[in-house]
């Protein structure tokens, strides 16, 4: 994974948007730049991704789509 671009689709939660930075970027093309150690109590799986624009977050692996 690491490396590889998919497209990031933050999922709309409602209002108001408390992540704003996140929704922002939605639809967006990310790099995944590293994988954070997996929490005991979950199996969701956390990135560190790279926008195009040069802005990082951490995502669910959910949120990260294949590119065609």
């Known amino acids: 994974m690491i490396g590889k671009q998919f497209l990031f689709e933050y999922p709309n939660y409602g209002t108001p948007d408390s992540h704003p930075d996140y929704t922002a970027r939605s639809g967006q093309t990310?790099?995944?730049?590293?994988?954070?150690?997996?929490v005991e109590?979950?199996?969701?799986?956390m990135f560190?991704?790279?926008?195009?624009?040069?802005?990082?977050?951490?995502?669910?692996?959910?949120?990260?789509?294949?590119?065609?």
Not at 31 to 36: D, K
Not at 55 to 64: C, D, I, N, P, R
């Open 30 to 38: 990310v790099t995944v730049l590293e994988e954070f150690p997996q």
């Open 48 to 68: 560190l991704v790279e926008a195009e624009d040069g802005w990082k977050g951490q995502v669910h692996e959910s949120e990260l789509k294949e590119t065609s």
């Open 41 to 45: 109590e979950t199996d969701t799986r």
